[in-house]
């Protein structure tokens, strides 16, 4: 069975970084074609893609959001972490981390995903 | 970027009805389409990649055709479980980008 949590901060102050991480179980970013994406969610809004890490150390960043991101996996411990810098009120959200294989291009199995609100 | 336009944003429907949601591309992604349900407060769940490959365990009501940049997903006979957001998905070209979705309501 795959699961992901993701954790972090529910609450960050404007211009501070907000870090995220996604602990997964059922399968390994040792594995030939799997990835770990994250996607975000503002209220009442659509789904974003933001970036995606493969278990070739392939990195993939949503350009608009490049400059702010950094994704990073600890594979042994099956963690990926995403770092935005200088949060906004914009960047409030519902942030989901997400399973990809290569041979679908689809995030197969989902985080529940976390409410991170950007205020001061 | 592939802008994905989903019509309609919303429709009501009611148990038992047959529901079919479009979504086109900006640029041609093959097949490389994958719709999602999402609900409040759950994790989207996948329902077809590939733009007609059904996924493991996802009801056979639910159906998916197209390629190039136009694409539908079909849900027929309507259960109470299927009312949801979808989104469509183009999976083939970085940035990865979601349609707006579509808000399925019970009539």
């Known amino acids: 069975q795959i699961t992901l949590k993701e954790s972090g901060p529910t609450l960050v102050k404007p211009t501070q970084t907000l870090t995220l991480t996604c602990s997964f179980s059922g399968f390994s970013l040792f594995t030939t074609g799997v990835g770990v994406g994250w996607i975000r969610q503002p209220p009442g809004k659509a789904l974003e893609w933001l970036a995606l890490i493969y278990w070739d150390d392939e990195i993939r960043y949503n350009p608009s959001l490049r400059s702010r991101l950094t994704i990073t996996k600890d594979t042994s411990r099956n963690q990926v972490v995403l770092t935005m810098t200088n949060v906004d009120p914009v960047d409030t959200a519902t942030y989901f981390c997400?399973?990809?294989?290569?041979?679908?291009?689809?995030?197969?199995?989902w985080g529940q995903g976390t409410l991170v609100t950007v205020s001061s | 970027d592939v802008q994905m336009t989903q019509s309609p944003s919303s429709v009501s429907a009611s148990i038992g009805d047959s529901v079919t949601i479009t979504c086109r591309a900006s640029?041609?992604?093959?097949?490389?389409l994958v719709w999602y349900q999402h609900k409040p407060g759950k994790a989207p769940k996948v329902l077809i990649y590939?733009?007609?490959t059904l996924q493991s365990g996802v009801p056979s009501r639910f159906s998916g055709s197209g390629s190039g940049t136009e694409f539908t997903l079909t849900i027929s006979s309507l259960q109470p479980e299927d009312f949801a957001t979808y989104y469509c998905?183009?999976?083939?070209?970085?940035?990865?980008?979601f349609g707006q979705g579509t808000r399925l309501e019970i009539k």
């Open positions: 997400a399973h990809r294989m290569t041979t679908t291009k689809a995030f197969v199995d």
């Open positions: 998905q183009q999976a083939v070209v970085f940035p990865i980008t």
């Open positions: 590939a733009a007609s």
């Open positions: 640029q041609d992604v093959s097949s490389w």
